[in-house]
Nanobody, 123 residues
Framework: QVLLVESGGGSVQAGGSLSLSCAFS????????VGWFRQAPGKEREWISS????????WYADSVNGQFTISRDSAKNTVYLQMNSQKPEDTGMYYC????????????????WGQGTQVTVSS
């Protein structure tokens, strides 16, 4: 059984910071990627960042590059998303997900998802 649990969401003023956590367990492969996604009401889910367990490589969507930082604590099976300089357009439900990495080391599709944590950024 694969389980992912997000935490750390909440409300913040524009310009503030939040740090999200994704704790996971039960994934069979050691070669995996964990990704963060977000979805605003009425909009499509957007990929924002991923990290590779095997290499530590990270990737960011253009919309958050330079603003968000993804990191990992392998010993605790936890991935973090540090969100700085928050903007109202960062508001949405944030999800973490896990899936196998490709042989090349890049991340493929995501098979398991957490329940999400709400982030609200006010002006």
């Amino acid at each position: 059984q694969v389980l992912l649990v997000e935490s750390g969401g909440g409300s913040v003023q524009a310009g503030g910071s939040l740090s999200l956590s994704c704790a996971f367990s039960g994934y069979a492969s050691s070669n995996y990627c964990v990704g963060w996604f977000r979805q605003a009401p009425g909009k499509e889910r957007e990929w924002i960042s991923s990290i590779s367990r095997l290499t530590g490589s990270t990737w960011y969507a253009d919309s958050v590059n330079g603003q968000f930082t993804i990191s990992r604590d392998s010993a605790k099976n936890t991935v973090y998303l540090q969100m700085n300089s928050q903007k109202p357009e960062d508001t949405g439900m944030y999800y973490c997900a896990i899936g196998n990495a490709r042989w090349s080391g890049s991340c493929g599709s995501y098979n398991y998802w957490g329940q999400g944590t709400q982030v609200t950024v006010s002006s």
